[in-house]
Each structure stands twice: as C-alpha cells, then as structure tokens.
C-alpha cells in the first residue's frame, strides 16, 4: 500500500512559480515510477509529466515540457514537481500518482496504482 501527500499548491500570478511536492508512505519508494496529473473544472485529468523509479527517465506533456521540471529524492521518499511560466491555463488540482511499473514512464491514468489526494493551484492573471 501506498499513500500518498501532495503539497505546494496555491495561488499565483501568471509568469510566476510554484513547487508541488509530494510525499510518500511506503516501504521502497524507489520501486515505483512517479507521475503528476491535473485536472481543470469540466475537464478530464491529464498526464503532466512522469519520472522513473531511478530518475533515469522523465517524460512530460507538450504543453509543460519546457516550463515545469519533474524530479524525486528517493532518500526522502518524495517527487516535485517545478512549474514555472505559470499561466491561467494551468489551474487545476494537481495529483501525484504511483506506478508498480518501475522501468517505464506513462501517461496513461490507468496504468498508475496508487493517487495522492490532490493539491490546488490558481493561476491569476
């Protein structure tokens, strides 16, 4: 089992930044392939950007490539998520979520165990 507790989020003017971090309750943090979704009011959740067990991989959406930074310190049991050029567009509450599928990176929701309960951020303009 494993828990899971985002934190970070908040309200922030476009063009500003903001670091989520999420930490976990488990017994081998490094068996598991992390991800960060999010989801807008009336949208569906969608896959923000996923690193592998020994940070040797990272993937991200288009729209975040170049403005948000992935990364985890298995010592501390714990992911980030570093978002910068913040714009409207990215308001949502963000998740954190675990995938027992180590070796890879997905976007796909399905594939991932294990949820955080979700921290809001706000982007004003």
């Known amino acids: 089992q494993v828990q899971l507790v985002e934190s970070g989020g908040g309200l922030v003017q476009a063009g500003g930044s903001l670091r989520l971090s999420c930490a976990a309750s488990v017994r081998t943090f490094s068996d598991y392939t992390m991800g960060w979704f999010r989801q807008a009011p009336g949208n569906e959740r969608e896959f923000v950007a996923a690193i592998t067990a020994n940070g040797g991989r990272t993937d991200y959406a288009t729209s975040v490539r170049v403005r948000f930074t992935i990364s985890r310190d298995n010592a501390k049991k714990s992911v980030y998520l570093q978002m910068n050029s913040l714009t409207p567009e990215d308001t949502a509450v963000y998740y954190c979520?675990?995938?027992?599928?180590?070796?890879?990176?997905?976007?796909?929701?399905?594939?991932?165990?294990?949820w955080g309960q979700g921290t809001q951020v706000t982007v004003s303009s």
């Open positions: 979520a675990a995938d027992s599928r180590w070796y890879r990176t997905s976007d796909y929701s399905g594939h991932y165990d294990y």
